[in-house]
């Protein structure tokens, strides 16, 4: 009986390691969201080319809906990867600065997608900068090396 409640603590710990990020990462959009809200054009850019052009659009409710979507994703795809791993402690640790990185490197890129969309009318002249992507992948190592170094078992 002990084992099992062990086991169903786990399990939630596990849970929540790796949903707190996608979480703490879609509030950061709706925040930036709703800050930048009454700025937005009619039409949000949503998807980019690699030279930065926008290439697709949507209104400021959907593209929201599409950036927590993606979060969604994101967090199914690496729970199912915690509970392939459950028993190795240091992948388990891997995979939560993983998450960690990830939900920020992707919460820096949609924050920046909306910063980049009230600069434009809604129209095909919207573009996001390539500098950007290297930012949010420098933000992602950043919260990576803050994790790795908080997450350290103490001695």
């Not at 099992?4 to 509030?27: C, D, K, S």
């Not at 937005?40 to 209104?59: E, I, Q």
């Not at 998450?99 to 095909?124: E, H, K, N, R, V």
């Amino acid at each position: 009986m002990r084992a099992q409640r062990e086991t169903e603590v786990g399990a939630a710990r596990r849970t929540l390691l790796v949903a707190a990020p996608f979480v703490a990462g879609a509030v950061a959009v709706a925040l930036a969201f709703t800050a930048l809200h009454d700025a937005l054009p009619s039409k949000v850019a949503t998807h980019f080319t690699a030279d930065g052009t926008a290439t697709s659009f949507s209104s400021p409710g959907s593209a929201l809906a599409k950036h927590c979507l993606i979060f969604v994703i994101e967090f199914v795809g690496l729970l199912v990867a915690a509970f392939s791993i459950k028993h190795r402690t240091g992948g388990q640790r891997s995979l939560v600065v993983f998450c960690w990185a990830l939900a920020s490197a992707t919460a820096y890129g949609f924050i920046a997608d909306l910063q980049a969309s009230t600069q434009s009318s809604g129209s095909q002249a919207t573009s996001l900068p390539l500098y950007q992507l290297a930012i949010a992948v420098g933000v992602g190592v950043a919260v990576a090396a803050i994790g790795w170094v908080l997450s350290r078992r103490r001695s």
